[in-house]
């Protein structure tokens, strides 16, 4: 699937999209979100997609109480890049609501641009009410500012130290 040029987001989930694979797909220049998730949105697999050029963020989890958030699901060998816009500048993931037990695994996170241009500073911004994320064999890239920015209070991350590559 190719999505973009959206007025909001590109690849949106939402009311119980579960145990989905969404694999080879490409989301640019969108009006916000790249890829959202939220309401009970659990168990789905990503691999291989191209998020990149969206106003906000790469991939969104929306801000959902517990019992609503986008639980378990993985993101693996995904390349996000150059989202953001000069009057806001944006994550390559990020995690709002109650989200938890999310794995993003060998994952490119970058902002490509000149470093005058960039606009993704954060590569995973994780929220206060997020937990069990997991992160590993990331690679983080040019010109963020942050490779994790992680203001989870529940304490059960296991965040690998990004490698990061220029």
């Known amino acids: 699937n190719r999505s973009h040029d959206n007025g909001e987001d590109g690849i949106f989930l939402s009311w119980r999209v579960q145990n989905g694979r969404?694999?080879?797909?490409?989301?640019?220049?969108?009006?916000?979100?790249?890829?959202?998730?939220?309401?009970?949105?659990?168990?789905?697999?990503?691999?291989?997609?191209v998020v990149s050029g969206n106003a906000r963020a790469g991939i969104y989890f929306r801000d959902e109480t517990e019992p609503n958030a986008a639980h378990r699901n993985v993101f693996r060998e995904n390349t996000i890049?150059?989202?953001g816009r000069p009057a806001a500048p944006g994550y390559g993931v990020q995690i709002e609501g109650a989200t938890r037990h999310l794995t993003f695994e060998s994952n490119?996170?970058?902002d490509t641009r000149p470093a005058e241009r960039a606009t993704q500073h954060t590569g995973i911004y994780i929220g206060p009410s997020a937990d069990y994320v997991t992160s590993q064999r990331n690679i983080f890239s040019t010109n963020l500012k942050h490779?994790?920015?992680?203001?989870?209070i529940g304490g059960n991350n296991q965040l690998e130290p990004p490698t990061a590559h220029r």
Not at 22 to 49: P, V
């Open 81 to 83: 890049e150059d989202n």
């Open 22 to 49: 969404f694999e080879d797909n490409q989301s640019w220049a969108n009006g916000r979100d790249g890829i959202s998730l939220g309401h009970k949105d659990t168990d789905n697999h990503f691999f291989k997609n």
């Open 108 to 110: 490119t996170i970058r």
């Open 147 to 152: 490779a994790i920015d992680d203001h989870s």
